[in-house]
């Protein structure tokens, strides 16, 4: 088992930055990938990136929603990963979940949600305009 718990979210002006942290505990070292979802008010959840928990490689989503405004990173030492989301815009308001993708688990794509059997209670981002 392995438990996640989202934290760093708030309230922020648009244009602003924000880091979410995602502390994972338990056995970890069953880990291999982080991934960080979101999801607004009456929207489907929607994949953000990933990181290799291993390797510390990230794979980013395609979306353009996101792309080349977030950052993900990791601790193992601590354990930690990491979401940093620059020029956030009203679109970027929702609730963000990291989830963890167990060792062995290849059947789904990198940001296919069946694949992550660990979810973290999220944290809420709202930006003001």
């Known amino acids: 088992q392995v438990q996640l718990v989202e934290s760093g979210g708030g309230l922020v002006q648009a244009g602003g930055s924000l880091r979410l942290s995602c502390a994972a505990s338990?056995?970890?070292?069953?880990?291999?990938?982080v991934g960080w979802f979101r999801q607004a008010p009456t929207k489907e959840r929607e994949f953000v990136g990933t990181i290799i928990w291993g390797e510390g490689r990230p794979i980013y989503s395609d979306s353009d929603s996101v792309k080349g405004r977030f950052s993900i990173s990791r601790d193992t030492v601590k354990n930690m990963v990491y979401l940093q989301m620059n020029s956030l815009n009203s679109e970027d308001t929702a609730l963000y979940y990291c989830?963890?993708?167990?060792?062995?688990?290849?059947?789904?794509?990198?940001?296919?949600?069946?694949?992550?059997?660990?979810w973290g209670p999220g944290t809420q981002v709202t930006v003001s305009s």
């Open positions: 989830a963890a993708r167990h060792v062995g688990v290849t059947a789904h794509g990198w940001g296919d949600s069946r694949a992550f059997a660990y």
């Open positions: 338990g056995r970890t070292d069953t880990i291999y990938t």
